[in-house]
Structures are given as C-alpha cells and as structure tokens.
C-alpha cells in the first residue's frame, strides 16, 4: 500500500523535524514525501534543501494559506492513502504508518485517525487530545477527530471534494463534518497516539481566532445543510478543557 504524507511549510524551519519523524517510520511499503512550501525564505529553504533528496515532490511557490497548499499536495499525490502532518509536528513513533497501513488494507476503510498530544517547547505533554470511536451523535456535542492523525484514502477527497478555502481557520472541521457526518465514510479509531503538535495552532493563537473559527463550525454545520449545529461552536471549545486534564 503506498502512502502519502503531504507537509505544508512557510517559513518554519522545523519542518527538519516533521521530516525526520516520517523518514523514521519502519514502513517497508511504498511511502510518498509531499512538501509544499508557500515560499518560504531562508533558513527554511536550507532546511529543505537539505532534505531534497528525499523528498519525492517539493513545490515551492506562493499559495493562499496552509489549506491551499493541503490542496495541492492532495492533488499531486499518488498514494491510496493520504496524511498530512503540518510542519511543527511530528509522529509519536516510528510505527504510526505500519498502524495506519494495517487499518487500511480493509477495503470497508475510507479513513482512520488517532489520539494527538500537544507539547511544550521541552517536550512535555500539556494536553491530550483523546480521541474515541466514532458515532455520529458525537459530532453534535463539538466531538473531531485530531486532522493531524487523520488518514484518508484518495479516492474519498476525489469524490467528495477537499478543503474549502472559503474556511481558512477551520477547514479541517468542515473537511471531516463533511467526510464522515454529511457523506458516511467508513472511519476506524486507533487507540494511541499518532502525533505531537506544538503549541500554537492557528484557531488557538489568539481569542479573535477562537472566536472566529467557532464562527465558521457554525457555517459548516450550515453550508452542508446539516441539522441541529446551533450549540456546537460552544459545546466544541467546551470540549478542549478537558483535553487540558485528563492524562493517559
């Protein structure tokens, strides 16, 4: 089974450490590296010239924001199954891929995700993002999947769509409500961590984001004419507090 792993970078030059987390990954099948680079400047252009051999497609030119450039890696891609790992984060181990792969050689998959924990500059775990099996009722009480740990096959994004720039906060929750609320794609829970993020994402930088990207899960839940979203933008945020106590 080939997998693609698309990582979107601008001016970041941790993405040696995204890199380096799937370079480590004991899959011993077909593994594609996508990375689109939104025209960085140096030392991030070092960085990846550094890497430039094994990288099999490196784009680097301007885009309309991280989700444009998602866009374009899905579109190049080859593999019949996609990930994305943004390019401050990285896998929680060197086995993520072979997990993934054994849930996607059942053909009923359309998709898979994980558990995710967010790190500090020193490592250490401030919030877990525990994730669950899903059922479609949850999605009615501010439930996602982590995107980071969300692995799709191809043919999903051709037929249903990708991410819609009209979202640039919370496209990712727009992608899955559509995906897996609206369209009923076949997903499977793996009960572990998949991915350490940094601190710092883009919904959460500032209390003008929160706000924002509550806004637009409100306009997803309406934009794919789906019922009974009103409370999610509040029951959503809700949600995160407890990622912040509980521990494994």
């Not at 010239?49 to 190049?76: C, F, T, W």
């Not at 401050?88 to 050689?105: E, K, T």
């Not at 790190?119 to 009722?137: A, F, H, Q």
Request: aromatic content about 12%; glycine content about 6%.
């Amino acid at each position: 089974m080939k997998i693609s792993i698309i990582t979107p970078v601008y001016n970041d030059p941790r993405v040696s450490k995204a890199l380096d987390s799937i370079l480590s990954q004991k899959y011993e099948e077909d593994l594609e590296i996508i990375v689109i680079d939104g025209g960085s400047d140096q030392p991030t252009l070092d960085v990846l010239e550094r890497y430039r051999h094994r990288i099999n497609i490196l784009v680097s030119e301007p885009d309309q924001g991280v989700y444009d450039a998602m866009n374009k890696g899905i579109r190049l891609a080859t593999g019949e199954v996609i990930g994305i790992l943004n390019a401050d984060d990285r896998y929680n181990d060197d086995q993520v891929l072979r997990d993934v792969a054994a849930v996607m050689r059942d053909p009923q998959i359309d998709a898979c995700y994980g558990d995710l924990v967010y790190v500090n500059s020193e490592e250490r775990i401030v919030r877990y993002w525990k994730s669950s099996t899903y059922r479609p009722i949850k999605f009615y009480f501010g439930w996602m999947p982590p995107h980071p740990t969300f692995f799709v096959r191809k043919r999903v994004y051709e037929q249903y769509g990708l991410f819609d720039l009209s979202f640039p906060i919370a496209a990712d929750y727009e992608l899955m409500l559509r995906f897996i609320l609206k369209h009923k794609i076949h997903v499977k829970y793996i009960p572990r961590v998949l991915v350490r993020m940094a601190l710092g994402g883009k919904s959460n930088r500032s209390l003008g984001n929160i706000v924002k990207a509550n806004l637009e899960v409100w306009r997803a839940w309406k934009k794919n004419n789906l019922s009974f979203g009103y409370f999610v933008p509040i029951l959503k945020p809700a949600r995160k507090l407890v990622q912040f106590i509980y521990r494994p």
